[in-house]
């Protein structure tokens, strides 16, 4: 999902907001200030403070009948038809809901005209907010902007007429990069030069001879290279819940998401790191004082370290954490590494490792070392559940199913802290992580972070 589609439906919450407003002052305008007074008399009127207060409770309760109704759905930017019929669907169901509160609650106000050219007014306003909005994006895609970078594979009429229709509407928001007839060793090699520069975003299959062996190994290759992928409809029997259905040039394609974090997901869970990471770091100030404290006493060095760590699609980042190592402990590790006591994947630990410092030993016990974490999260390196985050020299080393642990940002805690810490070997890491990333749910999240104080207390394993 592309983080311009986020933004932009995002966006629409607060200009629909608006726009209801502004339809509920200009209809107390046209009531009560204009000529219609005189050709109708009011029979109610209203204090336009009082009708102010209303509006904005009217406009708070209509925006969950909007989500509801699918008009914040984080998909390609729908055509306008599609777009005003959603509108006037949701606004019918608010002004039934009005009617119905009207209907129990008499007094709230008595003025039909209102109540009806509200509705009309919503309409018009709420449709407009998103033809704006969406010109707005659709100018973006002109220049570039927010486009999909796509490699289509395929030959036959189907490649060729989805290949044109998007060359044809620069407004869709695509952008054909390559087109590789056959899927091969050399098409796949030139594929991952592509991804290596990150050149492209998405893959779309839109061959229907394909053998089903080969699809599934470019859909293995698509999720190690941080790419979505998309296929025509008659191509493969998807069996997953993570699938979106579009309709390209005429032909429907049909999208596998890598995680159900893909799209609303993400603003849910990134508003979950934001918030959670402000509380966090407020609660903290205590621990932190006292903390750097012990660490400029204990040794040399600063309070702080800023590791190298490697993020979401393969990107790096520095993570902060109260230093517990001595000096000059990373060029140490390589002379340690006949030392590792962790099996099975690229991970190093070593129980009585002689780099850690006194206070070092006591903050990774307890894992107050990692509580600078939260900086990372609310700049947004990290997430508050997610995958461990590992080191560049660790990640080279993944094997290829493993590469899809870098498909979302990794975690201060997640499934492999709460399931037996460091205990864990890599391989049984990696796979409550990947469950993570496909089975993600909000209080999934909840549940972990609930979880997470009572496993560092008991002070497991940690290491």
């Known amino acids: 999902m592309k983080q311009s589609e986020l933004i932009f439906s995002f966006i629409l919450i607060p200009v629909d907001y608006i726009m209801l ?22 029979i109610f009127e209203i204090a336009l403070g009082e009708y102010i207060q209303i509006v904005l409770f009217v406009a708070i309760i209509w925006l969950p009948i909007f989500a509801f109704a699918g008009m914040y759905s984080i998909q390609r930017p729908r055509r306008l038809t599609n777009e005003f019929t959603k509108t006037f669907l949701a606004c019918s169901t608010g002004l039934i809901a009005i009617v119905f509160f009207i209907f129990f609650r008499h007094e709230l106000f008595g003025s039909r005209f209102i109540v009806l050219f509200g ?16 010109l707005i994006q659709r100018s973006m895609f002109k220049k570039g902007i927010g486009v999909w970078r796509v490699v289509v594979f395929g030959e036959g009429k189907n490649t060729y007429h989805l290949i044109q229709s998007l060359k044809d509407d620069i407004q ?23 991804s290596k520069h990150n050149q492209a975003d998405m893959v779309i299959y839109a061959d229907s001879n ?13 999720h190690e290279h941080h790419l979505d992928f998309s296929y025509a409809a008659d191509v ?4 997953t819940s993570n699938v979106e259905i579009t309709n390209l040039g005429g032909t429907p394609i049909v999208q596998i998401k890598r995680t159900p974090l893909d799209g609303w997901g993400r603003i849910v869970k990134r508003a979950l790191d934001f918030f959670g990471s402000i509380i966090a770091l407020l609660f903290f100030i205590p621990i932190y004082i006292i903390v750097g404290l012990a660490i400029k006493i204990d040794s040399k060095g600063p309070v702080f370290v800023k590791l190298d760590r490697v993020g979401s699609s393969g990107k790096k980042f520095k993570m902060y954490k109260f230093r517990s190592m001595v000096l000059g402990a990373h060029t140490m590790k390589k002379q340690l590494s006949l030392f590792n006591e962790r099996e099975g994947g690229p991970l190093f630990k070593m129980q009585n490792d002689p780099r850690i410092t006194r206070v070092g030993r006591f903050i990774r016990k307890l894992s107050i070392d990692e509580l600078p974490n939260f900086i990372n999260s609310l700049k947004g390196d990290l997430s508050l559940v997610g995958p461990r985050a590992h080191e560049p020299e660790e990640v080279v080393k993944y094997e290829n199913y493993q590469k899809r642990l870098l498909n979302i940002k990794p975690g201060i805690t997640g499934m492999a802290q709460i399931s037996g810490r460091s205990n864990l070997d ?5 796979n409550l992580d990947l469950f993570y990333i496909e089975n993600w749910s909000f209080w999934m999240d909840i549940k972990i972070l609930l979880k997470t104080p009572w496993i560092v207390i008991k002070g497991k394993d940690a290491v």
Request: with cysteine; charged share 20%; net charge positive.
């Open 172 to 194: 869709a928001g695509y952008a054909i990069i390559r087109h590789f007839r056959k899927l091969d060793n050399a098409s796949l090699g030139s594929l991952t030069n592509i």
């Open 21 to 42: 407003i502004t339809t509920g002052l200009v209809v107390y305008f046209v009531r009560y200030k204009t000529f219609l007074t005189q050709i109708r008399p009011p």
């Open 119 to 134: 509705w009309l007014g919503a309409i018009t306003f709420v449709f407009l907010g998103r033809v704006i909005v969406r």
């Open 426 to 430: 890599f391989n049984e890491e990696t």
């Open 236 to 239: 493969l029997e998807a069996k």
């Open 210 to 222: 394909q053998r089903r062996e080969g699809l599934a190994n470019l859909l293995r290759f698509c």
